[in-house]
């Protein structure tokens, strides 16, 4: 967080957002028919989290957002949400705080999702991108109450 512009820091500290479970159905067609969705529950709900997280291991403060599926910030209205939302997601993206994965056969990657936003590229699904079929374990350890 050190490299944000200190007025977008000032603007969201003690802040919190409201997350959308409902985020990722937009880059998939007909998401709700994929083979092994059929047992889940795909009515919208939301949490509130603080936007600026402690990581609970090294102290530093983190963003605890991302464009898919944080909606809007509690206390301001949505034009100015939107905005400041845009403002802090471009900073995600920036090239210097991103890390492009090459996968290659039998490759483990491990990750922390307290502190780094996982984006997959979506060149994996048959007739897009690449068209490679994407054959995965995916493990999730339970994690702490973002404070």
Request: include cysteine; glycine fraction near 6%.
């Amino acid at each position: 967080m050190g490299n944000m512009d200190p007025e977008i820091q000032e603007k969201i500290k003690d802040k919190k957002a409201i997350h959308s479970s409902l985020g990722a159905e937009f880059f998939i067609d007909n998401y709700k028919y994929m083979e092994g969705n059929e047992k889940r529950n795909y009515d919208s709900y939301s949490n509130e989290h603080p936007i600026v997280r402690t990581h609970p291991e090294s102290g530093k403060k983190i963003l605890f957002v991302n464009w898919t599926y944080t909606k809007q910030i509690i206390g301001f209205d949505k034009n100015e949400s939107d905005q400041l939302l845009k403002e802090i997601f471009e900073h995600q993206a920036r090239l210097d705080l991103t890390c492009r994965f090459n996968w290659t056969e039998n490759t483990v990657a491990i990750w922390d999702n307290r502190s780094v936003i996982h984006y997959a590229i979506a060149d994996f699904f048959p007739g897009r991108g690449l068209g490679y079929e994407r054959i995965m374990d995916r493990i999730a350890i339970e994690g702490d109450q973002p404070q």
